[in-house]
Nanobody, 131 residues
Protein backbone atom coordinates (compact mmCIF):
# COMPACT_ATOMS: atom_id res chain seq x y z
CA UNK A 1 0.00 0.00 0.00
CA UNK A 2 1.18 3.46 -0.82
CA UNK A 3 1.99 5.93 1.92
CA UNK A 4 1.50 9.49 0.77
CA UNK A 5 2.71 12.71 2.33
CA UNK A 6 1.84 16.17 1.07
CA UNK A 7 4.03 19.21 1.54
CA UNK A 8 4.10 22.83 0.54
CA UNK A 9 0.89 24.21 1.89
CA UNK A 10 1.16 27.69 3.34
CA UNK A 11 -0.25 31.20 3.19
CA UNK A 12 -0.27 32.52 -0.35
CA UNK A 13 -1.47 35.78 -1.83
CA UNK A 14 -4.40 36.07 -4.17
CA UNK A 15 -2.96 36.22 -7.66
CA UNK A 16 0.20 34.53 -6.50
CA UNK A 17 1.50 31.00 -6.83
CA UNK A 18 2.09 28.01 -4.64
CA UNK A 19 3.60 24.61 -5.30
CA UNK A 20 2.68 21.49 -3.39
CA UNK A 21 4.33 18.10 -3.46
CA UNK A 22 3.14 14.60 -2.76
CA UNK A 23 5.86 12.18 -1.80
CA UNK A 24 5.05 8.51 -2.12
CA UNK A 25 6.55 5.74 -0.06
CA UNK A 26 6.00 2.09 -0.69
CA UNK A 27 5.54 0.53 -4.13
CA UNK A 28 6.96 2.40 -7.10
CA UNK A 29 4.99 5.50 -8.00
CA UNK A 30 5.11 4.59 -11.69
CA UNK A 31 2.56 1.87 -11.00
CA UNK A 32 -0.14 4.38 -10.05
CA UNK A 33 -2.05 7.16 -11.67
CA UNK A 34 -2.47 9.96 -9.19
CA UNK A 35 -4.86 12.74 -8.34
CA UNK A 36 -4.79 15.97 -6.38
CA UNK A 37 -7.86 16.95 -4.41
CA UNK A 38 -8.83 19.86 -2.24
CA UNK A 39 -11.41 20.39 0.43
CA UNK A 40 -12.47 23.82 1.59
CA UNK A 41 -13.93 24.20 5.02
CA UNK A 42 -17.55 23.11 5.04
CA UNK A 43 -17.44 21.84 1.47
CA UNK A 44 -17.09 18.49 -0.23
CA UNK A 45 -13.73 17.23 -1.39
CA UNK A 46 -13.10 18.27 -4.99
CA UNK A 47 -10.76 16.61 -7.45
CA UNK A 48 -8.62 19.27 -9.11
CA UNK A 49 -6.16 17.32 -11.24
CA UNK A 50 -5.15 13.85 -12.37
CA UNK A 51 -2.08 12.44 -14.05
CA UNK A 52 -1.44 9.11 -15.73
CA UNK A 53 1.22 6.66 -14.61
CA UNK A 54 3.77 7.93 -17.13
CA UNK A 55 2.69 11.54 -16.88
CA UNK A 56 1.62 11.77 -20.50
CA UNK A 57 -2.06 12.42 -19.79
CA UNK A 58 -3.48 14.97 -17.42
CA UNK A 59 -6.90 16.31 -16.57
CA UNK A 60 -8.13 19.30 -14.61
CA UNK A 61 -11.26 20.57 -13.01
CA UNK A 62 -12.74 23.50 -14.91
CA UNK A 63 -12.13 25.72 -11.89
CA UNK A 64 -8.35 25.31 -12.16
CA UNK A 65 -7.74 24.80 -15.89
CA UNK A 66 -4.93 26.94 -17.29
CA UNK A 67 -3.90 27.92 -13.74
CA UNK A 68 -2.82 24.64 -12.15
CA UNK A 69 -0.34 22.11 -13.50
CA UNK A 70 0.07 18.57 -12.26
CA UNK A 71 3.31 16.75 -12.93
CA UNK A 72 5.27 13.81 -11.60
CA UNK A 73 8.77 12.52 -11.22
CA UNK A 74 8.65 8.76 -10.97
CA UNK A 75 12.36 8.60 -10.24
CA UNK A 76 11.82 10.44 -6.96
CA UNK A 77 8.31 9.12 -6.30
CA UNK A 78 6.88 12.63 -6.24
CA UNK A 79 3.78 14.21 -7.69
CA UNK A 80 3.60 17.99 -7.94
CA UNK A 81 0.82 20.54 -8.18
CA UNK A 82 1.85 23.97 -9.38
CA UNK A 83 -0.80 26.56 -8.65
CA UNK A 84 -0.74 29.95 -10.35
CA UNK A 85 -3.05 32.96 -10.31
CA UNK A 86 -4.46 31.84 -7.01
CA UNK A 87 -7.96 32.87 -6.06
CA UNK A 88 -9.57 32.98 -2.62
CA UNK A 89 -11.70 29.99 -3.60
CA UNK A 90 -8.53 27.91 -4.11
CA UNK A 91 -8.01 27.77 -0.34
CA UNK A 92 -8.38 24.40 1.31
CA UNK A 93 -6.63 21.25 2.37
CA UNK A 94 -4.87 19.73 -0.61
CA UNK A 95 -4.45 15.97 -0.65
CA UNK A 96 -3.09 13.46 -3.11
CA UNK A 97 -4.37 9.98 -3.71
CA UNK A 98 -3.76 7.04 -6.00
CA UNK A 99 -6.26 5.96 -8.61
CA UNK A 100 -7.16 2.45 -7.50
CA UNK A 101 -10.29 1.57 -9.46
CA UNK A 102 -8.80 1.94 -12.94
CA UNK A 103 -5.55 0.69 -14.38
CA UNK A 104 -4.47 4.18 -15.45
CA UNK A 105 -5.83 7.67 -15.91
CA UNK A 106 -7.12 8.95 -19.22
CA UNK A 107 -9.19 12.05 -19.97
CA UNK A 108 -11.88 9.75 -21.33
CA UNK A 109 -12.57 8.78 -17.72
CA UNK A 110 -13.65 12.30 -16.89
CA UNK A 111 -17.31 12.31 -16.04
CA UNK A 112 -17.01 8.86 -14.50
CA UNK A 113 -14.31 9.34 -11.89
CA UNK A 114 -15.46 9.86 -8.33
CA UNK A 115 -13.55 10.25 -5.10
CA UNK A 116 -14.19 6.61 -4.18
CA UNK A 117 -12.06 5.52 -7.14
CA UNK A 118 -9.01 6.86 -5.29
CA UNK A 119 -7.24 5.50 -2.23
CA UNK A 120 -4.13 5.66 -0.07
CA UNK A 121 -4.87 9.23 0.93
CA UNK A 122 -2.24 11.48 2.37
CA UNK A 123 -2.90 13.68 5.40
CA UNK A 124 -3.21 16.84 3.30
CA UNK A 125 -1.54 20.21 3.40
CA UNK A 126 -3.37 23.48 4.07
CA UNK A 127 -3.28 26.24 1.49
CA UNK A 128 -4.59 29.59 2.70
CA UNK A 129 -5.17 32.50 0.35
CA UNK A 130 -4.96 36.09 1.51
CA UNK A 131 -6.68 38.77 -0.53
Amino acid sequence: QLLLGEYGGALAHSGGLRNTSCVVAGPRLVNNAMGWFRQAQGKKRERVACISMRGDRTGYADSVKRRFTISRDNATNTVYLQMNSLKPEDAGVYSCAALISYADYSPVLEGRLVTEHFGSWGQGTQVTISS
